[in-house]
């Protein structure tokens, strides 16, 4: 069973690394801070920091489904949106997990390989802390890209 995980890990870590894509930092919700790499094929994985005061981790899985230009006169402006799935665990008992759509605005700084992102996200979670309950998610981040 050991080698099977140790097998799989190495087969998903190679083929992040023979992927085409890019690297960013943000903050936002659920993740106070967190990092993400982004896919060629628009697949997004992201860790980071949970927003609480308890520790914690948090992660998301989002797909890009769409992307396109903003015409603005002298500025290199981006928009995308999709959606994802994230899940956020508290320490020492509760958790969060959302099902989302998102939807972004990039502007990629000229003779740069820098991009500063803003991105908006409404769907639908669950908790456990206080008495589980669903309700409405409303998430976001602001960040910078590395193209």
């Known amino acids: ?49 949970p927003y609480t005061g308890a520790f914690g981790i948090a992660g998301s899985a989002d797909m890009i489904l769409g992307t396109g230009p903003l015409e603005m006169e002298d500025v290199d402006l981006s ?6 799935l994230s899940a956020a665990m508290y320490f020492p008992s509760s958790f969060m997990v959302n099902g989302h759509g998102l939807a972004g605005v990039e502007w990629v700084i000229p003779e740069t390989t820098f991009g500063v992102f803003f ?24 960040g910078v890209n590395f193209h």
């Not at 087969?11 to 992927?19: E, G, R, V």
């Not at 982004?38 to 920091?49: A, C, E, I, N, Y």
């Not at 928009?79 to 994802?84: Q, R």
């Open 1 to 49: 069973m050991r080698k099977a995980l140790v097998i799989a890990g190495l087969m998903i870590a190679l083929s992040f690394a023979s992927a085409k894509g890019y690297f960013g930092v943000f903050s936002g919700y659920p993740e106070v801070i967190g990092v993400q790499y982004t896919m060629d094929s628009g697949m997004r994985f992201s860790l980071g920091v």
């Open 79 to 84: 928009y995308y949106y999709g959606a994802g």
């Open 119 to 142: 991105e908006a996200q409404l769907g639908v979670r669950y908790v456990t802390w206080g008495p589980p309950h669903i309700g409405p998610f409303f998430g976001g981040r602001i």
